[in-house]
């Protein structure tokens, strides 16, 4: 199904060719686009080989979920008065929430973006009357913090989810009012009761001119009225749905606190910049093969090594429908430019053959991102990407086809994957599998990045809040000391496996070509690169993240 309708960035393109929804990709939106340019220079590395080149077929990622609520649900503007949400646009200033000391406090927060979905409906009850109907995977604000909608305590569903036995944090859409008998000069008044929830439903009738009493920020998230769950009930259907991200990162819906998600930085450039566009609203490069094809030709081009992976998955879901990685494999190798991939995705496989071709002609190095070897926690922190077993068994059908393979053991998670147990059964599975080498690093959180994690650990860890807080408080990176401490820890493991610790490129961020050792200069002649020395210790810059 085409939409008329593109986001603002898009909306702007000139080499936007359409917008696509498919039943198969249920939520996820394809823009199709032509692409100007296909190869990207990435300056900083310094030395003999001041950049790198990448390519990305995609912008945004198809790996993961949505969260949304009905149009008809009500959503507190700043002003206090109620809008639907389906009247609530992208600049809008709503209400959203802060912490200030010991409380949660009301506070204005702007409509960064919003998108549209089709998802299976359930609807929440509450003790004073309130229903929302929102899908399974949104968030709610609890005494006992974020909840999804629905979930499980056990297996792959695993999740907080709300019961009988939470209350949700708001006023809600209850209450009273009591009109007064008239004035001897027939006036007559009404009298609000039952606190924010019935004032601001008041308000919202008689529209006051005077709107002091109408405001809402500052106050504490405080309230009289019983939200307690009384029900969460499947509906059996899917129904139009939509949700909106806010600087706060939640909103108002019909009286108690929403959560949205924070998304990854990387769609900025096209206004496709918070919420879950960057796994919802997929940039796709339909014509990169033929762009880079030409490109490639040119007299000028020195076949410096390509990294493919560094940004975005090339082998994300939406490959699966657009199959834009053979031929740019194919252009590669017919042009003699060494290449490296760097995925979580199993659809690697499809292209081994391919791939093994290629190899006869060019350097080619390959990489598998394998950084949660739990599987609770993995289906937890990476949502809909394919499972640690099917990444080991990627890693061993590479292996098979005579190619070399590195694990991407990216990012350790301070206190949640850095045991010795941990890593030693991650090390002992990559071994089994196959793995060429492994690389390392600490997590790091980049602004945008940081908040969504946080919110993520929050409600699943919240007892390891206050640590990392106190780890990336003002920083993007692990703390020094921190990042020795795992250097130590891990090294011995790594050699105990009969591991190799691998090379990340110091410019792309990805596996580092073995074409850098035998490079061409400016006039296409074969030169001696010295490889870089073995990666210290504290790792400087660490490109690669989870999210």
């Not at 000069?185 to 005077?210: E, L, Q, W």
């Not at 590479?398 to 890593?423: A, K, N, Q, W």
Request: charged share 25%; hydrophobic share 40%.
């Amino acid at each position: 199904m085409e939409q008329a309708d593109a986001l603002p960035g898009l909306a702007r393109l000139n080499n936007l060719v359409r917008s696509v929804s498919t039943p198969e990709f249920a939520g996820v939106t394809f823009h199709e686009v032509l692409a100007k340019s296909a190869l990207n220079k990435v300056p900083g590395g310094g030395g003999a080989l001041p950049f790198g080149w990448t390519i990305n077929p995609y912008r945004g990622c198809s790996h993961a979920c949505a969260y949304c609520l009905t149009p008809d649900t009500l959503i507190l503007m700043a002003d206090g008065r109620h809008k639907p949400l389906a009247s609530v646009r992208v600049g809008d200033l709503v209400m959203g929430t802060r912490q200030a000391g010991g409380y949660r406090r009301y506070t204005s927060s702007r409509v960064l973006a919003r998108w549209n979905t089709h998802k299976r409906a359930h609807r929440v009850t509450l003790a004073d009357g309130t229903e929302i109907v929102a899908s399974g995977d949104h968030r709610f604000l609890t005494e006992r913090g974020w909840k999804h909608v629905t979930g499980s305590m056990v297996g792959r569903h695993r999740r907080p989810s709300l019961t009988t036995n939470d209350s949700l944090m708001g006023f809600g859409m209850g209450g009273t009012y009591v009109r007064e008998a008239p004035r001897d000069n027939g006036v007559v008044c009404t009298r609000v009761t039952d606190g924010p929830a019935m004032r601001s439903r008041f308000f919202d009738v008689v529209v006051p001119a005077i709107s002091t009493k109408v405001r809402f920020a500052g106050l504490a998230i405080t309230s009289d009225a019983d939200l307690r769950v009384t029900s969460v009930e499947d509906l059996g259907v899917d129904l139009d749905m939509i949700d909106i991200t806010t600087e706060t990162g939640d909103f108002i819906a019909n009286g108690v606190v929403s959560h949205n998600c924070f998304a990854r930085p990387t769609h900025r450039y096209l206004e496709l910049n918070m919420g879950t566009d960057f796994d919802r609203e997929i940039v796709v490069k339909v014509n990169v093969a033929e762009v880079l094809r030409k490109e490639l030709a040119k007299p000028s081009w020195a076949r410096h090594p390509v990294a493919l992976g560094t940004n975005t998955d090339p082998y994300q879901r939406a490959e699966g429908r657009y199959a834009l990685m053979p031929q740019i494999i194919t252009a590669l190798a017919d042009s003699g430019t060494p290449f490296s991939i760097l995925t979580k995705g199993t659809l690697l496989r499809r292209d081994l053959d391919l791939i093994a071709h290629a190899a006869t002609r060019v350097p080619v190095d390959l990489a598998m991102s394998i950084a949660v070897y739990d599987d609770e926690l993995q289906r937890s922190v990476e949502p809909g990407t394919p499972s640690t077993k099917a990444r080991l068994e990627t890693v061993r059908a590479v292996r098979e086809h005579g190619l070399e393979c590195s694990v991407f053991m990216m990012p350790i998670l301070p206190y949640l994957t850095d045991s010795r147990e941990h890593l030693d059964a991650a090390l002992a599975a990559a071994k089994d599998a196959g793995a060429s080498s492994v690389l390392y690093t600490a997590l790091h959180l980049k602004p945008g990045v940081k908040q969504w994690f946080m919110l993520w650990l929050e409600r699943e860890h919240p007892e390891l809040v206050p640590k990392y807080e106190a780890m990336y408080a003002s920083k993007t990176y692990a703390p020094k000391e921190y990042r020795t401490w795992l250097a130590a820890r891990i090294t011995p493991l790594i050699a105990a496996h009969g591991l190799l610790r691998g090379e990340e490129d110091p410019v792309t961020g990805g596996v580092r070509s073995a074409a850098l050792n035998a490079m061409r200069d400016g006039e296409g002649e074969r030169v001696r690169m010295l490889a870089e020395p073995p990666p210290a210790p504290v790792v400087p810059e660490e490109r690669l993240t989870l999210f």
